[in-house]
T-cell receptor, first 116, second 112 residues
Framework: NAGVTQTPKFQVLKTGQSMTLQCAQD?????MSWYRQDPGMGLRLIHY???????DQGEVPNGYNVSRSTTEDFPLRLLSAAPSQTSVYFC???????????????FGEGSWLTVV | GQQVMQIPQYQHVQEGEDFTTYCNSS?????IQWYKQRPGGHPVFLIQ?????EVKKQKRLTFQFGEAKKNSSLHITATQTTDVGTYFC????????????FGKGTHLIIQP
């Protein structure tokens, strides 16, 4: 198992550009999510999905779109990049969010995004 | 909404000293998880606590869940340089899929 794989690892964007961060998991997890991590702010939930075809907003969704066409993939789209979106982005998944067992979150290795 | 406060934000210790980080929730939690993130790395699951008053140990790490299920702590005995990193708690209270809230983490810095 590769676990949670996200690409690219590093990216520099110009203000106004769009891009997609890719995320894939091979563990047949129903729950996938995207977090951003900023200094002093911890991990903040951007969007999440409880299964294919179902997505919802987290704490900081503005400026981002997601889709979940398959169980494995959960891409994050930046629509028009802004300097405030400079951050480290983590994709994460878990087998189930409903049960107390099986809700361990597995994180990808992170994507460092700089918007200039 | 639910808030999870974690203190201290930073902790400097000499190698061999003990370390404790505390997590407090504004609401009663159904469970709490702890994660470790090495510098430049990604968060990695350490443990989950579910029961009121639960105590779990992993070698030099001791995790506690408060009786009221609103607070938790992680204690490391005799720190080693391999313990360097940021320790996050994450608590779940609501029934929704977005009900997991992370604390802001405690950065552990160890001086040899």
């Amino acid at each position: 198992n590769a676990g949670v794989t996200q690409t690219p690892k590093f990216q520099v964007l110009k203000t106004g550009q769009s891009m997609t961060l890719q995320c894939a998991q091979d563990m047949n997890h129903e729950y996938m999510s995207w977090y951003r991590q900023d200094p002093g702010m911890g991990l903040r939930l951007i969007h999440y999905s409880v299964g294919a075809g179902i997505t919802d907003q987290g704490e900081v969704p503005n400026g981002y779109n997601v889709s979940r066409s398959t169980t494995e993939d959960f891409p994050l789209r930046l629509l028009s990049a802004a300097p405030s979106q400079t951050s480290v982005y983590f994709c994460a998944s878990s087998y189930s969010w409903r049960q107390l067992s099986g809700n361990t979150i597995y994180f990808g290795e992170g994507s460092w995004l700089t918007v200039v | 909404g639910q808030q999870v406060m974690q203190i201290p934000q930073y902790q400097h210790v000499q190698e061999g000293e003990d370390f404790t980080t505390y997590c407090n929730s504004s609401t009663t939690l159904s469970n709490i998880q702890w994660y470790k993130q090495r510098p430049g790395g990604h968060p990695v699951f350490l443990i989950q606590l579910v029961k009121s008053g639960e105590v779990k140990k992993q070698k030099r790490l001791t995790f506690q869940f408060g009786e009221a299920k609103k607070n938790s702590s992680l204690h490391i005995t005799a720190t080693q340089t391999t313990d360097v990193g940021t320790y996050f708690c994450a608590g779940r209270s609501g029934g929704g899929a977005d009900g997991l809230t992370f604390g802001k983490g405690t950065h552990l810095i160890i001086q040899p």
